[in-house]
């Protein structure tokens, strides 16, 4: 959650770290700092609480600081308060470890209290302090150098977290070290890059190593060496990130989020054309090989977030086209129970990142009981696409808004052509009704766009409800799964209150809740159920509370009954949520809009949750 960049070369540090965190605003913080070594070889600590405007006042853009090696992050609180004390980088008592770090240490309290026998002082309350200390200890302690006081520590260390980390007595070295929390490492001819996600260093390099669990890099404006926890030397292949830096930049956009709900029609194209050739969905062999219906008893789909609602609408497909019991479950949940899954489970891991922890977590329980794992992720040779035993990428392209829009998507769309290719090799449908839903799939992004290019009524609307306080979500069947992530994204940016509801419970206590005015946005996608609807829509009328309608075009007599209309181009009952999430995300964000808020980066959340 944390974001966390460095820099080796012949370049000024502090302008390119400064940059890097910019990148990384997505992620939540705050605060801001920079450790750079100047060229009479000290190392200069800068930071500030807030925004990071705050530290590149301080640091006058970077100017103020001359060296051409640092580190930099921006810090979500968790041992203590937003403060300057507690900002990072954090010092060593004496001054020769200085370390930047995302993650979570769980036995912090021991480890100070052992370090507080041995006459370590702290300044600050963060676990982060700790940490620097500890290192500082055991290179005290044993003299064999950084690698090794690096190790040690981290066998001592319980938690997750993501370790940038200067020594005083190396000043053109980096070092890195990581266990759960993810750190990546670009390089270009004659410098480096540290930093915790792809688009901090987009801009500066596309060639990358991911480093793994319980590993150390050691990093220099030549060379990267890389170490597993015995100190042993080990090679690494370095990848090159096929995205685009245009694409992480706002493109005219005043949001990245509104960039990216705009971006939702051209990412569907590629996922789509990448796995449908000439009429046929094609995944790699290893992934058919999880795919095999004779050897699948069940599936379980575990996620967080708006990757779980993705799920939800999945389990709906997977069971309707497929025929296979699929159960949809918390990977914050599954993680902490007993969960009855086995060789005859295949366990599908939804995750835009690919480092969410609970769901790395997840993913690394069900193996251990003997489940194959299906990971549908965003990026690329991120840890639960490399865990996995199969990964299908849903090719999204750069996510930078804290509310996902088109990874979210995506999710949707790999989902559906998971579930036909069960259906097909289950012989559950045959060359027409195949045939007929690939048209239909590869339709959907000039649907999506003309719900985009017909946004303006939203906007409208948007801002005469700007003042709500509390919104409810009802939807019956699949739609109940897209009303969730509607739910979700008018509470996560706008910060108003709203519930999403399976529209059949109404009568079993909900309805209570509706008075005189209230928003109902009620999505009617489904034409087995659209009666059904209607009849809750008139309950809720008869109550007093206002109707939006979202439904298919076609559907004019729900004008009838709602107060406001909006109607979606008609297609395949299952592939509905992806033509009904869109107007759902635009009202959530043009409501944040005209409520003055930060779309981008709302408060308290985070882009990638990659500690527990």
Not at 265 to 279: F, Q, R, S, W
Not at 304 to 321: D, F, K, N, P, T
Request: net charge negative; hydrophobic share 40%.
């Amino acid at each position: 959650m944390c974001g966390i960049v460095g820099y080796v070369g012949s370049r000024q540090a502090a302008p390119i770290l400064l940059n890097g965190l910019r990148h990384l605003e997505y992620r939540g913080y705050d605060s801001a700092g920079t450790a750079v070594f100047e060229p009479n070889g000290k190392i200069q600590v800068v930071k500030a609480k807030g925004r990071l405007k705050n530290l590149d006042e301080k640091l006058d853009s970077g100017r103020a600081l001359p060296g051409t090696t640092g580190i930099g992050h921006t810090r979500w609180a968790t041992h203590g308060e937003p403060s300057e004390s507690n900002a990072h980088p954090q010092v060593s008592m004496n001054g020769t470890v200085v370390l930047v770090h995302n993650g979570i240490i769980e036995n912090a309290e021991e480890l100070k209290a052992k370090l507080e026998k041995s006459g370590f002082t702290f300044t600050s309350e963060t676990d982060t302090e700790i940490a620097a200390n500890l290192i500082e200890y055991y290179q005290n302690k044993y003299h064999l150098g950084p690698v090794d006081s690096i190790a040690r520590a981290m066998l001592r260390i319980r938690g997750s977290y993501a370790l940038g980390i200067l020594f005083a007595n190396e000043p053109d070295v980096i070092y890195a070290a990581r266990k759960e929390s993810p750190l990546i490492i670009g390089q270009n001819e004659g410098e480096a890059f540290l930093a915790s996600d792809v688009p901090a260093i987009l801009d500066q390099t596309t060639h990358v190593y991911y480093l793994d669990n319980m590993e150390i890099a050691r990093i220099t404006s030549e060379n990267v060496e890389f170490f597993n926890i015995e100190r042993e030397p080990i090679e690494k292949e370095r990848v090159t990130v096929d995205w685009d830096p245009e694409s992480a930049g706002k493109d005219g956009y005043e949001h990245y989020m509104m960039k990216e709900i705009h971006e939702q029609p051209k990412a569907a194209a590629t996922c789509l054309n990448h796995y449908i050739k000439e009429g046929i969905v094609e995944f790699e062999e290893d992934v058919l090989a999880l795919l095999d219906p004779d050897k699948i008893h069940s599936i379980v789909i575990t996620a967080c977030g708006s990757a779980y609602h993705a799920g939800l609408a999945a389990q709906y497909v997977i069971e309707s086209l497929a025929r296979i019991p699929v159960r949809v479950e918390l990977a914050s949940e599954f993680r902490y129970r007993n969960p009855m899954v086995d060789e005859h489970t295949l366990v599908i891991v939804l995750s835009q990142s690919g480092e969410t922890a609970d769901t790395l977590a997840a993913l690394r329980l069900a193996q251990q009981k003997g489940a194959s794992v299906l990971a549908v992720v965003n990026v690329l040779g991120s840890s639960i696409a490399r865990e996995a035993n199969a990964v299908i990428y849903t090719l999204a392209g750069p996510e930078i808004a804290v509310a996902t829009t088109k990874a979210y998507s995506n999710q949707l769309l790999v989902m559906d052509l998971v579930g036909l290719v069960l259906a097909w090799k289950k012989n559950l449908i045959d060359l027409d009704t195949y045939n007929r839903m690939v048209a239909s799939l590869l339709r959907l992004p000039n649907q999506m766009q003309s719900v985009l290019d017909d946004k303006e009524r939203l906007q409208w609307f948007a801002a005469k409800y700007s003042r709500a306080k509390d919104v409810f979500f009802i939807g019956r069947g699949i739609d109940y799964a897209a009303v969730m992530e509607g739910s979700l994204k008018m509470k996560e940016i706008s910060y108003v209150h709203s519930e999403a509801y399976a529209a059949g419970e109404l009568k079993h206590g909900t309805i209570s809740l509706v008075e005189k005015g209230i928003l109902v946005i009620c999505t009617l996608t489904q034409p087995a159920l659209y009666e059904k609807m209607i009849s809750n829509m008139r309950e809720v009328k008869t109550r007093g509370g206002y109707l939006f309608g979202l439904t298919r075009r076609g559907n004019y007599n729900i004008e009838d009954t709602a107060d406001f209309s909006v109607y979606l181009p008609v297609n395949e009952d299952l592939f509905m949520p992806s033509l009904a999430i869109l107007p759902l995300q635009l009202l959530g964000y043009y409501i944040s809009v005209a409520k003055g808020l930060d779309v981008d980066k709302p408060r308290n959340l985070a882009k990638s949750v990659t500690v527990e």
